[in-house]
């Protein structure tokens, strides 16, 4: 099978995007009146869309403002926390073998606002031929609207697609649009995770990627 199309996730695939994220989630709980747990991870949460991030967030402290906490997270993202995302080991020499056979885009559970910025900023831009993320009427936080989007926008072909992320929600919203789904497991989900997905692969490392998308 030929892939015409690569739809990557953005954070725990193509980037470490955890110190920025916690950095944003302790400014909105200071925000919010709360003293920031010192030993708590936020690695297990990172994926889903926002809402439901702070949400479970905010529930460790009985505070049910979801709507501020992501106002507060979002203000201190997208002048400091974004900036603090780094390149996994790898990709940078992986993105270009994918481009020159395929069409690759960034779908991202992230702001589309915010997920463009960092592309732009690490230098990835030239790579893709989209960068798409949710956006703020709520009506693509589901990761497989957000899929099925992508392929109307671009006129995709499912039967020559392939989404490649660290989580459930990647696999589950590809699945749902018939499209396989490849796992990576540098990021945030676990290899438990992806497999009870249904991951048709697991990538151990970037360079494995050109094989199990070709």
């Not at 989630?25 to 690695?43: N, Y």
Request: aromatic share 6%.
């Amino acid at each position: 099978m030929t892939t015409r199309a690569i739809l990557l996730d953005l954070d725990g695939t193509l980037i470490d995007s955890r110190p920025g994220i916690a950095a944003s989630c302790e400014a909105m709980l200071r925000a919010l009146g709360h003293t920031p747990d010192p030993s708590f991870d936020i690695t297990p949460m990172i994926g889903p869309p926002l809402p439901s991030v702070i949400g479970r967030v905010l529930a460790l402290y009985n505070d049910d403002r979801v709507e501020a906490g992501v106002t507060a997270y979002r203000e201190h993202y997208g002048a400091i926390g974004l900036h603090q995302a780094e390149v996994y080991p790898g990709i940078a020499d992986t993105l270009p073998l994918l481009a020159a056979c395929a069409r690759c885009f960034v779908v991202t559970s992230k702001r589309t606002v915010f997920a463009t910025r960092i592309v732009e900023a690490i230098g990835f831009s030239p790579l893709f031929g989209g960068v798409y993320g949710t956006e703020p009427d709520g009506s693509l936080d589901d990761k497989a609207h957000l899929i099925a989007a992508v392929l109307r926008t671009e006129a995709l072909d499912p039967d020559n697609a392939i989404m490649v992320g660290d989580r459930m929600h990647d696999i589950i919203g590809a699945q749902a649009n018939n499209l396989r789904a490849i796992g990576v497991l540098w990021g945030y989900g676990s290899r438990t995770e992806l497999e009870q997905a249904g991951a048709a692969a697991l990538a151990r490392y970037p360079s494995e990627l050109p094989r199990l998308t070709a």
